[in-house]
């Protein structure tokens, strides 16, 4: 019998799914003896392969379909009330505002005693600023289930300190039944130290020069990742220092396409295993981690800038970008552009790796935020 599901609803297994999700419940059972059960919706497309993908990482995931669109959500409920009566859970954490609104309804039925909020950003903000979700009926009602997960909920993670002042601005949120919580690398995350002749193999392997400066580009170019502000920020650098290469570790996309073109030798994008990301990040010299001015951005917790601090690269950081903009400027592990700001030269010194190491393993890793988890597990009476 397990005592807690985590709950997850429209996501799709990912390298995101696989650090913030099935690393965590493993986490949890393996080290704090927690008895989680995994319980995820998934898309009818593709259902057989995410099926797989998940229990591959979790062996005893519930994975269930959910219907096509994701205005149906609440016709899962019925589902998930057959499980949490085959389960004997009498409490669950729901991975986001869907989530956590199934997990209140099992609650107001009385099938379960205590519902949690896994917060991971500013959803109804996010859905405003940028195209996530095209169901009109569905960002109407937004606002209303994301106050009720913040507002009803007996619990609460959030990933961000700003995160949880947006709460409170926005939905009146006054308890402190919360801990903070930030994305953390997954535990098979290995902190590399390269010699020289290992950094100048993995260079050349991609094309770029041994004595090249590397600012690498970690993830998708979604709306909220900036990319126009990327650009903007750092062609000047590009035109200025031929030796200055911008690297993307990211799929294929139009916009870099114009870039390769217009920097010839100096910009480069490489799609790589998520077991690779590791090594090509320890063979550059910084992360960056630029963003728009917007209420998502303000209140996010990136996973790349623990990425980037763990493969030992000081994060050329945008203002505001959740709490890690203090961050960077309390342990001085990178520079901080203003609004607007565009980067002419690049620090003359660069923190030591093992310096950046040592603050993520205190900061980003799931072993140094136990104490926050066992306060989540007796606020849903774990």
């Not at 990136?302 to 030992?312: D, H, I, R, S, W």
Request: net charge positive.
């Amino acid at each position: 019998m397990s005592r807690l599901i985590y709950l997850t609803y429209a996501d799709q297994p990912s390298g995101v799914y696989s650090s913030q999700v099935c690393d965590v419940v493993n986490y949890l059972n393996q080290q704090l003896n927690a008895e989680v059960r995994l319980v995820s919706f998934v898309s009818l497309r593709r259902f057989s392969a995410s099926k797989q993908k998940i229990k591959s990482e979790v062996n005893d995931a519930i994975v269930l379909p959910m219907l096509p669109k994701a205005n149906y959500w609440k016709c899962s409920l019925p589902l998930l009330l057959l499980v949490c009566l085959m389960t004997g859970c009498r409490s669950i954490l729901g991975r986001g505002v869907l989530a956590t609104n199934l997990a209140l309804l099992c609650r107001k039925w009385g099938i379960i005693k205590k519902a949690g909020y896994d917060g991971r950003g500013a959803i109804a903000a996010e859905w405003s600023e940028y195209e996530v979700v095209p169901y009109f009926n569905l960002k109407n009602s937004i606002d209303q289930l994301e106050k009720r997960a913040v507002l009803e909920s007996d619990y609460r993670i959030a990933v961000s300190e700003k995160l949880v002042d947006y709460w409170r601005d926005r939905y009146s949120y006054s308890a402190n039944h919360h801990v903070v919580i930030p994305c953390l690398l997954n535990s098979s995350f290995g902190f590399l130290h390269l010699n020289r002749l290992e950094r100048k193999a993995i260079r050349l392997k991609s094309g770029i020069k041994e004595d090249a400066t590397v600012l690498a580009y970690s993830g998708s170019v979604s709306g909220w990742q900036s990319f126009g502000l990327v650009k903007q920020s750092l062609e000047p650098l590009l035109r200025k220092n031929k030796n200055t290469v911008l690297l993307f570790m990211s799929a294929a996309d139009n916009h870099i396409d114009q870039l390769l073109q217009e920097f010839p030798g100096q910009v480069f994008r490489i799609w790589v295993k998520h077991q690779e990301v590791s090594s090509l990040l320890a063979a550059c010299d910084f992360g960056i981690l630029i963003r728009n001015h917007s209420v998502t951005n303000q209140v996010a917790s990136p996973t790349k800038f623990a990425e980037y601090l763990g493969a030992g690269l000081p994060v050329l950081i945008s203002e505001g970008i959740g709490d890690y903009t203090d961050f960077v400027r309390k342990h001085q592990c990178g520079m901080v552009l203003s609004p607007g700001e565009i980067v002419s030269s690049l620090p003359a010194t660069r923190p030591l790796p093992d310096f950046l190491h040592k603050l993520v393993k205190t900061h980003f890793t799931k072993e140094s935020q136990t104490p926050q988890y066992l306060n989540l597990l007796a606020g849903l009476n774990i």
